[in-house]
Each structure stands twice: as structure tokens, then as C-alpha cells.
């Protein structure tokens, strides 16, 4: 059985999300994406939690708008929360990853890095 993948990224790079879900999907892969999972009328902060959970394998596209992204940042704290989950960092465009920033996403990314 395939995997179920999270896909966290920024509205701005829906394009090329929608594209890499829409292979994920036709290789048989479970996937939550926000758009084609939340239900309207429930809370989406819950809804994302469960999808982290649920979820075996937590892509993250990697971009500038995606390093500053409050959402990101909040769905990243799910992930570290949980522990076991395998990270990939799929690189949309070349930036500095943060290290040692005092900023959430900074700190996100040393824990990330320290589980894997």
C-alpha cells in the first residue's frame, strides 16, 4: 500500500502543486491537500492536525513565500508534534533556509533537520 502524503506549500505556488498532486495521485497515492480536503463549516485548524496525523509522508515546498507563511509555520508545528513523520523538502525556487533565527520558521527547520 502507497503512502498517504501532507503536502504543505503557499497559495502561491498552487500551479505547481496542483500539478505534483495530480501525478501523486494518478501513481495511486493518498493525498491532502487543503483545497481538495477541508470541509466548509469545520474547523481547519483540526482538519489540518488530522491530516498531519493521518498522513505517512509530509512534503514541503520550499519557496520564499512558503519560509514566511503563517499557515506553513502552523502546519509545521503539527509535524514536529508528531515526530514520526518522514520529511521531503521539494526545493520550488532557491532560498536560504533559516538557521538559528529566533523566528518560528527558523526554528522549524533546525527540528526538522535534527529528525532526519
Known amino acids: 500500500m502507497k503512502p498517504n502524503i501532507f503536502i504543505s506549500y503557499s497559495r502561491r505556488e498552487v500551479g505547481f502543486v496542483d500539478e505534483l498532486a495530480s501525478y501523486l ?5 493518498g ?5 481538495q ?16 496525523v493521518n498522513s505517512d509522508v509530509i512534503l514541503l515546498v520550499v519557496s520564499k513565500a512558503s ?20 520529511v521531503i523538502l ?3 525556487e532557491a532560498v536560504d533556509l533559516p538557521k ?6 527558523g526554528w522549524i527547520f533546525e527540528e526538522i533537520i535534527k529528525m532526519h
Open 31 to 35: 493525498v491532502w491537500l487543503d483545497y
Open 90 to 92: 521539494v526545493i520550488f
Open 67 to 86: 519560509i514566511t507563511s503563517r499557515n506553513v509555520e502552523m502546519e509545521w508545528k503539527r509535524v514536529i508534534e508528531e515526530k514520526n513523520k518522514r
Open 100 to 105: 538559528n533565527s529566533k523566528n518560528m520558521n
Open 25 to 29: 495521485e494518478k501513481e495511486e497515492y
Open 37 to 52: 480536503s477541508l470541509v466548509p463549516g469545520k474547523p481547519w485548524e483540526e482538519q489540518i492536525y488530522k491530516g498531519v
